[in-house]
């Protein structure tokens, strides 16, 4: 944790110490609430496209800060991302949180392992052969959830969420969710939610997609 202490979108780790039996660590405290809660309470059960697309940019600014210390954080989803507003939608902060599944690169080829929360998880993360892309894809499951206040592969059955995840066929420009949203977004959101990971798009054109530089400076 401490190699990620400089980038403002991420928890800081304060202190750590350690007994016989126990592991401490004393974490920067996060202000505001999670974004699954913040987005539910929402009127509309969704956030309007220029907040969302704020709160994308530091997104993907601080993932590309993670990975480039060669670390997958494997946990992207909302409630794991914390948010503070003033005056109702102005972002004044933004950490993501929880670190509890990263690892090193490496690690993962050394150990195949499958972990993640199922309705974020990319394709290849169910075999355990998987990189940094796996992020990506989580990422684009946000865009589409806080956009649109439902997720793209959910279903009470875990083993259909799972073949849906498989499968990776999005129905988004007939789907009654997104009949009022920006050809932009929903470009994005097809972009990064892409089966084959070499097809997903890079973090760095990400944060130079025409939706992200239309609402943010």
Same mark, same amino acid.
């Given at each position: 944790? *401490?190699? $990620?202490?400089?980038? @403002?979108?991420?928890?800081? !780790?304060?202190?750590?110490?350690? /007994?016989?039996?126990?592991?401490?660590?004393?974490?920067? !405290?996060?202000?505001?609430?999670?974004?699954?809660?913040?987005?539910?309470?929402?009127? *509309?059960? +969704?956030?309007?496209?220029?907040?969302?697309?704020?709160?994308?940019?530091? %997104?993907? &600014?601080?993932?590309? +800060?993670?990975?480039?210390?060669?670390?997958?954080?494997?946990?992207?989803? @909302?409630?794991?991302?914390?948010?503070?507003? &003033?005056?109702?939608?102005?972002?004044?902060?933004?950490?993501?949180?929880?670190?509890?599944?990263?690892?090193?690169?490496?690690?993962?080829?050394?150990?195949?392992?499958?972990?993640?929360?199922?309705?974020?998880?990319? #394709?290849?993360?169910?075999?355990?052969?998987?990189?940094?892309?796996?992020?990506?894809?989580? %990422?684009?499951?946000? %865009? +589409?959830?806080?956009?649109?206040?439902? !997720? #793209?592969?959910?279903? /009470?059955?875990?083993?259909?969420?799972?073949?849906?995840? $498989?499968?990776?066929? !999005?129905?988004?420009?007939?789907? /009654?969710?997104?009949?009022?949203?920006?050809?932009?977004?929903?470009?994005?959101?097809?972009?990064?939610?892409?089966?084959? @990971?070499?097809?997903?798009?890079?973090?760095?054109?990400? $944060?130079?997609? @025409?939706?992200?530089?239309?609402?943010?400076?």
């Amino acid at each position: 944790m *401490k190699v $990620l202490n400089s980038n @403002p979108f991420i928890v800081q !780790l304060k202190e750590e110490f350690e /007994d016989f039996e126990n592991f401490y660590y004393v974490m920067e !405290l996060a202000a505001g609430t999670d974004l699954l809660s913040y987005t539910n309470r929402c009127e *509309k059960g +969704y956030l309007p496209e220029n907040v969302a697309a704020r709160i994308m940019r530091g %997104l993907f &600014e601080a993932t590309d +800060y993670i990975h480039k210390a060669g670390i997958v954080h494997r946990d992207f989803k @909302p409630e794991n991302i914390m948010v503070d507003f &003033e005056n109702g939608f102005q972002l004044q902060s933004l950490k993501i949180i929880d670190f509890g599944f990263a690892t090193y690169i490496q690690e993962i080829k050394k150990n195949r392992v499958c972990v993640g929360t199922l309705n974020y998880m990319a #394709p290849e993360s169910f075999s355990g052969n998987y990189d940094q892309g796996v992020d990506i894809f989580s %990422l684009g499951v946000i %865009l +589409y959830f806080i956009i649109s206040g439902t !997720l #793209p592969f959910y279903s /009470d059955d875990q083993d259909i969420v799972k073949r849906n995840t $498989l499968n990776c066929e !999005l129905d988004i420009e007939t789907d /009654d969710c997104f009949f009022d949203k920006s050809k932009e977004v929903i470009d994005l959101i097809t972009k990064l939610i892409v089966r084959d @990971p070499k097809d997903r798009i890079s973090l760095q054109d990400a $944060l130079v997609h @025409p939706w992200i530089l239309k609402h943010t400076s």
